[in-house]
T-cell receptor, first 113, second 113 residues
Framework: DQQVKQNSPSLSVQEGRISILNCDYT??????FLWYKKYPAEGPTFLIS?????DKNEDGRFTVFLNKSAKHLSLHIVPSQPGDSAVYFC????????????FGKGTHLIIQP | SQTIHQWPATLVQPVGSPLSLECTVE??????LYWYRQAAGRGLQLLFY??????ISSEVPQNLSASRPQDRQFILSSKKLLLSDSGFYLC????????????FGPGTRLTVL
Protein backbone atom coordinates (compact mmCIF):
# COMPACT_ATOMS: atom_id res chain seq x y z
CA ASP A 1 0.00 0.00 0.00
CA GLN A 2 1.52 3.26 -1.13
CA GLN A 3 1.31 5.85 1.63
CA VAL A 4 2.60 8.75 -0.47
CA LYS A 5 1.22 9.12 -3.96
CA GLN A 6 2.26 11.31 -6.84
CA ASN A 7 -0.31 10.50 -9.46
CA SER A 8 1.25 12.45 -12.32
CA PRO A 9 4.33 10.64 -13.68
CA SER A 10 5.16 13.66 -15.82
CA LEU A 11 4.24 17.31 -16.26
CA SER A 12 5.13 19.69 -19.05
CA VAL A 13 5.13 23.47 -18.39
CA GLN A 14 6.17 26.42 -20.47
CA GLU A 15 9.13 28.46 -19.26
CA GLY A 16 8.00 31.42 -17.16
CA ARG A 17 4.70 29.84 -16.18
CA ILE A 18 3.77 28.25 -12.87
CA SER A 19 4.53 24.57 -12.25
CA ILE A 20 2.27 22.79 -9.78
CA LEU A 21 3.25 19.35 -8.55
CA ASN A 22 0.79 17.42 -6.42
CA CYS A 23 1.15 14.81 -3.72
CA ASP A 24 -1.38 12.88 -1.64
CA TYR A 25 -0.79 10.83 1.48
CA THR A 26 -2.82 8.33 3.45
CA UNK A 27 -0.99 8.01 6.76
CA UNK A 28 -2.41 10.50 9.27
CA UNK A 29 0.68 10.02 11.46
CA UNK A 30 2.82 11.92 8.98
CA UNK A 31 3.58 15.35 10.38
CA UNK A 32 6.44 16.59 8.23
CA PHE A 33 6.64 16.77 4.48
CA LEU A 34 9.54 17.41 2.12
CA TRP A 35 10.13 17.95 -1.56
CA TYR A 36 13.26 16.74 -3.30
CA LYS A 37 14.55 17.41 -6.79
CA LYS A 38 16.53 14.77 -8.61
CA TYR A 39 18.58 14.83 -11.79
CA PRO A 40 19.46 11.53 -13.53
CA ALA A 41 22.29 9.60 -11.90
CA GLU A 42 22.48 12.01 -8.97
CA GLY A 43 21.19 11.91 -5.42
CA PRO A 44 18.03 13.87 -4.55
CA THR A 45 18.51 17.47 -3.47
CA PHE A 46 16.40 18.85 -0.67
CA LEU A 47 14.18 21.70 -1.85
CA ILE A 48 11.65 22.71 0.75
CA SER A 49 9.70 21.27 3.65
CA UNK A 50 6.63 21.97 5.73
CA UNK A 51 5.47 20.97 9.15
CA UNK A 52 1.89 19.83 9.67
CA UNK A 53 1.28 22.82 11.93
CA UNK A 54 1.59 25.10 8.91
CA ASP A 55 -0.34 25.32 5.68
CA LYS A 56 2.22 27.19 3.60
CA ASN A 57 5.97 27.58 3.39
CA GLU A 58 7.74 29.75 0.87
CA ASP A 59 11.38 29.86 -0.22
CA GLY A 60 12.16 32.01 -3.22
CA ARG A 61 10.45 30.60 -6.29
CA PHE A 62 9.26 27.54 -4.37
CA THR A 63 6.12 27.37 -2.24
CA VAL A 64 4.66 24.29 -0.62
CA PHE A 65 1.01 24.19 0.41
CA LEU A 66 -0.42 21.65 2.83
CA ASN A 67 -4.09 20.75 3.17
CA LYS A 68 -4.26 18.41 6.15
CA SER A 69 -7.97 17.70 5.91
CA ALA A 70 -7.53 16.53 2.33
CA LYS A 71 -4.16 14.89 3.05
CA HIS A 72 -2.79 16.76 0.09
CA LEU A 73 0.24 18.91 -0.56
CA SER A 74 1.50 20.73 -3.59
CA LEU A 75 4.70 22.37 -4.74
CA HIS A 76 4.45 25.57 -6.75
CA ILE A 77 7.38 26.84 -8.79
CA VAL A 78 7.05 30.38 -10.08
CA PRO A 79 8.36 31.29 -12.57
CA SER A 80 9.48 27.97 -14.03
CA GLN A 81 12.98 27.90 -15.47
CA PRO A 82 14.75 25.39 -17.75
CA GLY A 83 16.96 24.24 -14.88
CA ASP A 84 13.85 23.15 -13.03
CA SER A 85 13.48 20.21 -15.41
CA ALA A 86 14.00 17.19 -13.15
CA VAL A 87 12.14 14.52 -11.23
CA TYR A 88 10.46 15.83 -8.09
CA PHE A 89 9.82 13.55 -5.15
CA CYS A 90 7.37 14.18 -2.38
CA UNK A 91 8.35 12.62 0.95
CA UNK A 92 6.66 12.31 4.32
CA UNK A 93 7.85 11.62 7.79
CA UNK A 94 6.61 11.06 11.33
CA UNK A 95 8.84 13.54 13.08
CA UNK A 96 10.68 13.34 16.33
CA UNK A 97 12.61 10.19 15.62
CA UNK A 98 15.04 8.45 13.34
CA UNK A 99 12.56 6.88 10.95
CA UNK A 100 13.27 7.11 7.28
CA UNK A 101 11.26 9.06 4.77
CA UNK A 102 8.40 7.60 2.79
CA PHE A 103 8.65 8.73 -0.80
CA GLY A 104 6.24 9.02 -3.67
CA LYS A 105 7.21 7.66 -7.08
CA GLY A 106 8.10 11.09 -8.38
CA THR A 107 6.90 13.46 -11.10
CA HIS A 108 9.08 14.28 -14.06
CA LEU A 109 8.80 18.03 -14.68
CA ILE A 110 9.72 19.21 -18.16
CA ILE A 111 10.10 22.94 -18.74
CA GLN A 112 9.61 23.85 -22.36
CA PRO A 113 11.23 26.97 -23.86
CA SER B 1 28.07 21.80 6.00
CA GLN B 2 27.87 18.05 5.73
CA THR B 3 29.21 16.04 2.78
CA ILE B 4 28.25 12.50 1.80
CA HIS B 5 30.57 10.30 -0.23
CA GLN B 6 29.49 7.08 -1.89
CA TRP B 7 31.77 4.54 -3.49
CA PRO B 8 31.73 3.21 -6.14
CA ALA B 9 29.68 5.44 -8.43
CA THR B 10 28.73 2.59 -10.74
CA LEU B 11 29.03 -1.17 -10.44
CA VAL B 12 28.22 -4.14 -12.68
CA GLN B 13 28.15 -7.47 -10.90
CA PRO B 14 27.12 -11.02 -11.89
CA VAL B 15 24.27 -12.77 -10.12
CA GLY B 16 25.49 -14.61 -7.05
CA SER B 17 28.50 -12.36 -6.45
CA PRO B 18 29.01 -10.43 -3.21
CA LEU B 19 28.43 -6.71 -2.78
CA SER B 20 29.90 -3.95 -0.66
CA LEU B 21 28.83 -0.32 -1.05
CA GLU B 22 30.39 2.30 1.13
CA CYS B 23 29.03 5.58 2.42
CA THR B 24 31.13 8.04 4.40
CA VAL B 25 30.06 11.41 5.74
CA GLU B 26 31.91 14.55 6.75
CA UNK B 27 31.00 17.72 8.57
CA UNK B 28 28.76 16.21 11.20
CA UNK B 29 29.03 13.84 14.12
CA UNK B 30 26.68 11.12 15.32
CA UNK B 31 24.29 11.46 12.39
CA UNK B 32 21.42 9.14 11.61
CA LEU B 33 22.34 7.31 8.40
CA TYR B 34 20.08 5.66 5.83
CA TRP B 35 20.26 3.42 2.78
CA TYR B 36 17.59 3.87 0.14
CA ARG B 37 17.13 2.14 -3.20
CA GLN B 38 15.47 3.46 -6.31
CA ALA B 39 14.53 0.62 -8.64
CA ALA B 40 13.52 1.26 -12.23
CA GLY B 41 10.15 3.02 -12.43
CA ARG B 42 9.78 3.22 -8.68
CA GLY B 43 10.24 5.75 -5.95
CA LEU B 44 12.88 5.63 -3.26
CA GLN B 45 12.50 2.77 -0.82
CA LEU B 46 14.08 2.82 2.63
CA LEU B 47 16.25 -0.26 3.22
CA PHE B 48 18.13 0.37 6.46
CA TYR B 49 18.74 3.09 8.99
CA UNK B 50 21.21 3.55 11.80
CA UNK B 51 21.19 5.89 14.78
CA UNK B 52 24.70 4.99 15.93
CA UNK B 53 27.69 2.68 15.67
CA UNK B 54 26.61 -0.95 15.47
CA UNK B 55 22.90 -0.02 15.49
CA ILE B 56 21.02 -1.11 12.37
CA SER B 57 17.29 -1.22 11.69
CA SER B 58 15.93 -2.99 8.63
CA GLU B 59 12.77 -1.86 6.90
CA VAL B 60 12.23 -4.64 4.38
CA PRO B 61 13.24 -8.30 4.33
CA GLN B 62 15.85 -8.96 1.68
CA ASN B 63 19.21 -10.50 1.00
CA LEU B 64 21.00 -7.25 1.81
CA SER B 65 22.59 -6.27 5.10
CA ALA B 66 24.05 -3.08 6.53
CA SER B 67 26.75 -2.27 9.04
CA ARG B 68 28.00 0.85 10.76
CA PRO B 69 31.54 0.17 11.95
CA GLN B 70 32.33 3.83 12.56
CA ASP B 71 30.29 6.92 13.35
CA ARG B 72 30.63 8.32 9.84
CA GLN B 73 30.70 5.09 7.83
CA PHE B 74 27.74 3.08 6.63
CA ILE B 75 28.16 -0.06 4.52
CA LEU B 76 25.61 -1.97 2.47
CA SER B 77 26.46 -5.61 1.73
CA SER B 78 25.20 -8.77 0.19
CA LYS B 79 26.66 -12.28 0.13
CA LYS B 80 24.89 -13.23 -3.12
CA LEU B 81 23.34 -10.70 -5.45
CA LEU B 82 20.04 -11.27 -7.20
CA LEU B 83 18.87 -9.72 -10.47
CA SER B 84 16.25 -7.81 -8.47
CA ASP B 85 19.01 -6.05 -6.52
CA SER B 86 19.73 -3.83 -9.51
CA GLY B 87 18.99 -0.19 -8.84
CA PHE B 88 20.29 3.15 -7.69
CA TYR B 89 21.47 3.04 -4.08
CA LEU B 90 21.45 6.22 -2.08
CA CYS B 91 22.96 6.97 1.29
CA UNK B 92 21.38 9.75 3.30
CA UNK B 93 22.05 11.45 6.59
CA UNK B 94 19.97 13.26 9.15
CA UNK B 95 21.94 15.40 11.57
CA UNK B 96 20.10 13.89 14.51
CA UNK B 97 16.70 12.66 15.58
CA UNK B 98 15.60 16.21 16.42
CA UNK B 99 16.09 17.24 12.80
CA UNK B 100 13.67 16.42 10.01
CA UNK B 101 15.57 17.02 6.79
CA UNK B 102 17.59 14.25 5.23
CA UNK B 103 20.42 14.91 2.80
CA PHE B 104 21.47 12.49 0.12
CA GLY B 105 24.75 11.36 -1.35
CA PRO B 106 25.47 11.07 -5.08
CA GLY B 107 24.36 7.43 -5.27
CA THR B 108 25.72 4.17 -6.66
CA ARG B 109 24.25 2.65 -9.82
CA LEU B 110 24.27 -1.17 -9.43
CA THR B 111 23.53 -3.45 -12.36
CA VAL B 112 23.28 -7.16 -11.68
CA LEU B 113 23.61 -9.34 -14.79
Amino acid sequence: DQQVKQNSPSLSVQEGRISILNCDYTNSMFDYFLWYKKYPAEGPTFLISISSIKDKNEDGRFTVFLNKSAKHLSLHIVPSQPGDSAVYFCAAYSGGGADGLTFGKGTHLIIQP
Amino acid sequence: SQTIHQWPATLVQPVGSPLSLECTVEGTSNPNLYWYRQAAGRGLQLLFYSVGIGQISSEVPQNLSASRPQDRQFILSSKKLLLSDSGFYLCALQRGSSYNEQFFGPGTRLTVL
